[in-house]
Structure formats: C-alpha cells, structure tokens
C-alpha cells in the first residue's frame, strides 16, 4: 500500500481537523445519552423521549453504542495528542500541572452543581470523596463508579494515562519505526483479552440494571481505567507513526466508511465486544486520516472556525450532560415518554442547554484556569486533547 512519507517531525503544527472532530465525537455520546431507556442516576427511571415504543427502542438500539465509539475515540485521541505536541526534556511537573488544570476545574464546577441539585440526595457518602478526586472508576461498585455526576467516570482514565504518559513516552520514542504497527497490533490483541478476561473470569451477577452483563463486567470491560489504557497507547503509537511520514494513504472518506463499518459491528457482536474492540481500527484510521490531511493543508470542513469552537467547548459539552440530560429529564417527568414531535423538541432543547452548558465552561471556567496557571513555556500545538464524553 502506497505510504505517506512527507517527513512530519518538521511539520508539528496545529492539527485543527481533530479539533474539529471532537465535536462529532462528544455529539455521539450525547445521542447515546439522550436516548437510553433508562436514567444511570438511582432509581434507574426510563428517560428515552419517545412515547412511541417502536420509537424508543429504535433509538436506544441505534444509538446504543454511539457513546462506546465516542468515549473510546477519545481515549485513542488522548493518547495522539499529548505525543504530537510534547518534546524531550519537556519537566513532568509543568506537564502534570497542565493536564491536572485541563480537567480539574470543570470536574470541580459539575461535581458541586450536580451534589446540589440531585446528587447528595441519591449518592451515598462513601462515593463523595473518590468521585471529587477522580479516582471513583477503581471501585466496581456501581454507585460510586456513577455516583455524583455520571460523565466523570472517564476523567480517572484520562488521570491514569496522565500519570503514565511521561513514563510511557520513553520507551515508545525507542521503538524503530518499522516495528511501530507491530505495537499497534500488539495493543488491540491487549484490548481483546481484556474482553475475554471480562466474560470468563469475571462474574457474570449481579446484573446491571441498564445493561445486558452484570455490574462488574461492566465495570472492568468498560468503566475500570487501566482496562482503557491500551487505547491511550495505541494513540501514542498512532502520533509517532504520523510522525516518521509512515501513515498509508487511507482517505478520510475510506476511514468514514470503516467507522460506519465498525459501528454496525458493535451493534451485533456480544455486548462486551461493542465496547472497543469493534470499532478500535476503524478510530485508528479516522484519526490517522484526518490528520494526514492537515499536514497535507487539505483540512476542509472541520476545521473551519465553527467547527473548531464546537471542538473547544466537547470538553464542556460532556462533562454537562449529568444534569442537562439526566437531571433536566427527571424534572420533566413523563416517564413514558412524549409523542414524536414533542420527544424530537425535548431532544433539540436538551442539545442547546447541553451546548450552552459547554461554552460557559469553557469560557468561564477552563479557558481562564488554563491561562491563568498552566503557564506553558511553548504555544501550544495541535488540539487539546478532550475528556471522553461518558458512554455507559
């Protein structure tokens, strides 16, 4: 296969299609939220907008793993990003101090707004504490896991990798180039015997009640952080294969047909499966692809300014919907639903207080703490990598 091999580490510049790109990704979840049957905040109500049953379960069916591409897109974007734009001898303790400052704010902002209006009332104490510093994922107990705001449990994941990327990156520059996609390989066969540990040696009871496994399954397949690690690594190994001019010429639109692909996959492979490993190629050529087509300045649509500000605000985005949409739906009632024209509008007005909810973070919150301590000594390049919207 015809390979690019225009020399990238010269070319370490903004990537602003992936900054673009993030948006689809975090909308992704937020379809996947909006139209669960059920509500992930106790007592588990149903919450899908449709009155229609024919309706509801057609929503929740197609977009029931919407999140898990999202979420994982995430992980993998991480893990490129904070690659493309570090440089040897670059201190831990600034770059710890910027990562802790992209997250923590924000994270603190929500945990409040969510204790006050419905979360001190549902969530036991014992999950206060590790959920305000993020390390509430390591426990299998669903109601610490989820508890506070639900969306959070992925910013312990974005923690770990964190924590391990100066520890990482290391070894990664060492590897010879030719050996790169061996890695990659290597890592995704990882990603599958964490599925297959998680159906054979985990126990399959208690059951959740909004997913087809039990609650430790779907802790360790799906929610515990160092079971997500191998995504963040292969986005590493992804920055550095762009890096040595080693991408092959996979096309955006070939990557977009092997994302849809990959989606429809998940929707028929055992549960456990549609969490990551059906999709993980497909992410890997759609990041790979669109950045290829910034360094070749053939960025198009996604990176014009519009979408680049809706980019900047995912993060945000995210982090709102344990109130926008699961708060916001318990104070509608309506438990079984409105008719289609009123569901489709409660779908429209839960995506613009969603939205609106991200760019105040963002403006408010994340953009000032950033440039008030992060103090980075080099402009930053390429795009910041967001926190995952949650998929649960």
């Known amino acids: 296969m015809p390979e690019n091999r225009r020399p990238a580490e010269q070319l370490r510049s903004r990537l602003p299609s992936l900054t673009g790109l993030r948006f689809f990704a975090a909308l992704l979840v937020f379809c996947f939220h909006v139209t669960l049957a059920n509500s992930p905040i106790p007592p588990n109500k149903p ?5 229609d049953p024919a309706l509801a379960d057609a929503s929740a069916w197609l977009f029931s793993k919407a999140g898990y ?3 994982s897109f995430f992980f993998v974007l991480s893990g490129f990003v904070l690659t493309w734009s570090s440089r040897e ?11 802790l400052l992209k ?12 204790m006050l209006l419905f979360a001190a009332a549902i969530t036991p104490w014992s999950a206060w504490l590790p959920n305000i510093f993020l390390v509430h994922s390591f426990f299998p107990q669903a109601d610490i896991y989820v508890g506070v705001n639900p969306p959070s449990w992925t910013l312990c994941s974005e923690l770990l990798f964190y924590l391990a990327f100066p520890f990482l990156i290391r070894p990664i520059r ?3 180039v030719r050996s790169l996609w061996f890695w990659v390989a290597s890592a ?13 040696l985990i126990p399959d009871t208690p059951r959740s009640p909004i997913t087809p496994v039990s609650t430790t399954q779907f802790w360790f397949g799906y929610i515990f952080p160092p079971s997500r690690l191998f995504e963040f690594i292969i986005g590493v190994l992804l920055a550095r294969i762009l890096l040595a001019g080693k991408w092959p010429a996979v096309t955006i639109p070939q990557a977009l047909l092997a994302t849809v692909g990959g989606y429809v996959a998940a929707l028929y492979v055992p549960f456990l499966y549609g969490f990551t490993v059906a999709t993980i190629v497909p992410i890997v050529a759609l990041i790979g692809a669109v950045a290829a087509a910034d360094l070749r300045g053939t960025s198009g649509l996604l990176a014009r300014p519009t979408m680049r ?12 919907q344990g109130v926008t949409v699961f708060y916001v739906r318990r104070l509608l009632g309506h438990e079984d639903g409105f008719g289609t024209p009123a569901a489709l509008a409660v779908i429209v007005l ?30 930053r390049e390429v795009t910041e990598p967001a926190v995952p919207t949650p998929a649960r």
């Open 47 to 51: 919450i899908n907008p449709f009155a």
């Open 69 to 71: 591409l999202g979420v």
């Open 89 to 99: 001898g670059e201190g831990v303790g600034p770059f710890w101090r910027r990562r």
């Open 103 to 114: 997250i923590f704010p924000n994270h603190l902002v929500m945990w409040a707004a969510s």
């Open 174 to 176: 060492r590897i010879p």
């Open 188 to 200: 995704i066969a990882a990603m599958v015997a964490v599925e297959l540990v998680t159906q054979f």
């Open 309 to 320: 500000w809706l980019g900047e605000v995912s993060f945000g985005f995210y982090l709102c």
């Open 350 to 379: 839960f995506l613009g207080v969603t939205l609106a909810g991200g760019w105040l973070l963002y403006a408010l919150v994340e953009r000032p703490a950033m440039r008030r301590w992060a103090r980075s000594r080099k402009p």
